[in-house]
T-cell receptor
Framework: AQSVTQLGSHVSVSEGALVLLRCNYSSSVPPYLFWYVQYPNQGLQLLLKYTSAATLVKGINDFEAEFKKSETSFHLTKPSAHMSDAAEYFCAVRSSGNTPLVFGKGTRLSVIA | DAGVTQSPTHLIKTRGQQVTLRCSPKSGHDTVSWYQQALGQGPQFIFQYYEEEERQRGNFPDRFSGHQFPNYSSELNVNALLLGDSALYLC???????????????FGAGSRLTVL
């Protein structure tokens, strides 16, 4: 069975500081991994996805994530936080085909001016 | 291009009642998945519909049922509502077989259900 663990339910950073949101996965087969963002009162929006083509994945709004098989991790980073990045971030995993996407519990990012 | 639209956006029901939530998928998509997102939690998979049939189901009781129409739109029905059913219900659409496991779900803004 697949699962995702997001370390830290709440992360707070200063504007302009590095953003690091942690995600560890469990999968019996090579996984497909996703990061979604949810702004207040909105649905989930895809930030980026890992599909085995490259271990470093670049997404929208300068976010990127690195797949590390040895650490079973897929952490999300952004070099410089903006106030507009304040939102809930979800890591998700799928094993293959059209199996359901399994989400972590999310990490709420706060950006302090 | 309209994305995924859901209705209603908010609703309040009492215990024991029944509710129907509606979803129109993104243009060009043929598959609809429903997720339940409780407060402070990640989305939990309820079920997926393709070709008007339930194809996969998560760990939800039979009180949760659905339907997909020929135009690919979908409904989620919940009977005998419990307080614990209070949540944001998200609909997501996709195109079956597109990119295999890398298939991307497009989400609607959700329907927030409060059960009193």
């Amino acid at each position: 069975a697949q699962s995702v663990t997001q370390l830290g339910s709440h992360v707070s950073v200063s504007e302009g500081a590095l953003v690091l949101l942690r995600c560890n996965y469990s999968s019996s087969v090579p996984p497909y991994l996703f990061w979604y963002v949810q702004y207040p009162n909105q649905g989930l929006q895809l930030l980026l996805k890992y599909t085995s083509a490259a271990t470093l994945v670049k997404g929208i709004n300068d976010f990127e994530a690195e797949f590390k098989k040895s650490e079973t991790s897929f952490h999300l980073t952004k070099p410089s936080a903006h106030m507009s990045d304040a939102a809930e971030y979800f890591c998700a995993v799928r094993s293959s085909g059209n199996t359901p996407l399994v989400f972590g519990k999310g990490t709420r990012l706060s950006v302090i001016a | 291009d309209a994305g995924v639209t859901q209705s209603p956006t908010h609703l309040i029901k009492t215990r024991g009642q029944q509710v129907t939530l509606r979803c129109s998928p993104k243009s060009g998509h043929d598959t609809v998945s429903w997720y339940q997102q409780a407060l402070g939690q990640g989305p939990q998979f309820i079920f997926q519909y393709y070709e008007e049939e339930e194809r996969q189901r998560g760990n939800f009781p039979d009180r949760f049922s659905g339907h997909q129409f020929p135009n690919y739109s979908s409904e989620l029905n919940v009977n005998a509502l419990l307080l614990g059913d209070s949540a944001l219900y998200l609909c997501a659409s996709s195109l079956i077989g597109d990119q295999g496991g890398a298939n991307v779900l497009t989400f609607g803004a959700g329907s927030r259900l409060t059960v009193l």
